[in-house]
């Protein structure tokens, strides 16, 4: 059961350049989500997915795209990125564990370390 | 908006106890905690829902004040184990992500 797989693990990029990211989860779940991690800064939500073909932004969604064209997949894009996308990025899929709202938790992957020069 | 850790980080040693605490600016909904290992992915510990409740996980447990819109993360007699950075996430009635606070490192040591 591989849960939420996450490519690639690392990556160095120049500035200017485009790369994807991809997640994958075996789970069947609905909800999808990009976050990235920074010292200091914690976990910031980029952008999600609620189903296939769906789309949102997040806390700081600028430089990013993201698309969702099967349920079980969800790219975060950068076309051209920044020293300041220097950072690691998680994925993470919801499981709904209950009926109330609010009810769930998080699948996270084992992240992509990406550096731009 | 991100909800607010205290304290960033605390030093234990190993058997003493420690408390994380979780505010938010924003009426909320759930409270979720996490922990994430060094060079690992963030794990989930439990979830508090509206209505005050408290849940135990181990030697772990928590609880959510809605009305102070605060949470509380306790860990009782501490285990080498537990060090890691611990996260927490909050949610909004109607909403469908999880917006977590910049984290709390702790570390135990024997």
């Known amino acids: 059961n591989a849960g939420v797989t996450q490519t690639p693990k690392f990556r160095v990029l120049k500035t200017g350049q485009s790369m994807t990211l991809l997640c994958a989860q075996d789970m069947n779940h609905e909800y999808m989500y990009w976050y990235r991690q920074d010292p200091g800064m914690g976990l910031r939500l980029i952008h999600y997915s609620v189903g296939e073909g769906t789309t949102a932004k997040g806390e700081v969604p600028d430089g990013y795209n993201v698309s969702r064209l099967k349920k079980q997949n969800f790219l975060l894009g950068l076309e051209s990125a920044a020293p300041s996308q220097t950072s690691v990025y998680f994925c993470?899929?919801?499981?709904?564990?209950?009926?109330?709202?609010?009810?769930?938790?998080?699948?996270f992957g084992s992240g992509t370390q990406l550096s731009v020069l | 908006q991100q909800p607010v850790q205290s304290p960033q980080a605390v030093i234990l040693r190993e058997g003493e106890d420690a408390v994380i605490n979780c505010s938010s600016s924003?009426?909320?909904?759930?409270v979720h905690w996490y922990r994430q290992k060094h060079g690992e992915a963030p794990v989930f510990l439990m979830i508090?829902?509206?209505?005050?409740e408290q849940k135990g996980h181990d030697k772990i447990s928590a609880s959510f004040n809605e009305k102070k819109q605060q949470s509380s993360l306790y860990l009782t007699a501490s285990q080498l184990s537990y060090s890691g950075t611990y996260f927490c996430g909050t949610g909004s009635t109607g909403g469908f992500k999880t917006i977590f606070g910049a984290g709390t490192r702790l570390f135990v040591k024997a």
């Open positions: 508090l829902l509206k209505g005050g």
């Open positions: 993470a899929s919801r499981l709904r564990t209950g009926i109330q709202e609010g009810n769930e938790k998080l699948f």
């Open positions: 924003k009426a909320l909904y759930s």
